[in-house]
T-cell receptor, first 113, second 115 residues
Framework: EPEVTQTPSHQVTQMGQEVILRCVPISNHLYFYWYRQILGQKVEFLVSFYNNEISEKSEIFDDQFSVERPDGSNFTLKIRSTKLEDSAMYFC???????????FGPGTRLLVL | AQSVTQLGSHVSVSEGALVLLRCNYS??????LFWYVQYPNQGLQLLLK??????LVKGINGFEAEFKKSETSFHLTKPSAHMSDAAEYFC?????????????FGTGTLLAVQP
């Protein structure tokens, strides 16, 4: 069964450093998402991406964040200058159509020191 | 705007007992509702979903949920808990107000199953 994959599974970085989190969505999916889950808290929407552009973003998704679909398979989330409060589990999700179910990847656990 | 409330951040049941995890939603339009499960150190796995049609929805691992419009609820049940059901469960509603129907999650319920 097709699945969403994410790399790396864990990343430790120093405050102020740039990180890139990578996702490979399911191949025929058209809508892509990033969510995050701070430890002990609920899953929060960050950004959605469709037709090669951001469709919607949350208040969390400020100028420090960016997303890209550099080729036909990868979907990346970049944090330009990480802060301590960026430490969280980041989930990528994708779906085929607007009304369909989102499928989630296993997540990348980011720790900012 | 849509929202989800999960009552009970922690629920503990005995193996073989009924599991009931509560979810109430707020939505100005007919909602799409979901239950996801997160096992320790893993991602989110879809348990079941309600879109339209039959209000009793069956999912994986013996779970089911009933959409009750009059009560704005979508509670998750399983007749007999198994040790492997220990996980965190998230109720979510699809946000029609946004461009891409993002998911809005509840705060989650951690289910513990006692032997």
């Amino acid at each position: 069964e097709p699945e969403v994959t994410q790399t790396p599974s864990h990343q430790v970085t120093q405050m102020g450093q740039e990180v890139i989190l990578r996702c490979v969505p399911i191949s025929n999916h058209l809508y892509f998402y990033w969510y995050r889950q701070i430890l002990g808290q609920k899953v929060e929407f960050l950004v959605s991406f469709y037709n090669n552009e951001i469709s919607e973003k949350s208040e969390i998704f400020d100028d420090q964040f960016s997303v890209e679909r550099p080729d036909g398979s990868n979907f990346t989330l970049k944090i330009r200058s990480t802060k301590l409060e960026d430490s969280a589990m980041y989930f990528c999700a994708s779906k085929f159509a607007r009304e369909e179910t989102q499928y989630f990847g296993p997540g990348t656990r980011l720790l900012v020191l | 705007a849509q929202s989800v409330t999960q009552l009970g951040s922690h629920v503990s049941v005995s193996e073989g007992a009924l599991v009931l995890l509560r979810c109430n939603y707020s939505s100005s339009v007919p909602p799409y509702l979901f239950w996801y499960v997160q096992y320790p150190n893993q991602g989110l796995q879809l348990l079941l979903k309600y879109t339209t049609g039959a209000t009793l929805v069956k999912g994986i691992n013996g779970f089911e949920a009933e959409f009750k419009k009059s009560e704005t609820s979508f509670h998750l049940t399983k007749p007999s808990a198994h040790m492997s059901d220990a996980a965190e469960y998230f109720c979510a509603v699809s946000d029609y107000g946004g461009a891409t129907n993002k998911l809005i999650f509840g705060t989650g319920t951690l289910l513990a199953v006692q032997p």
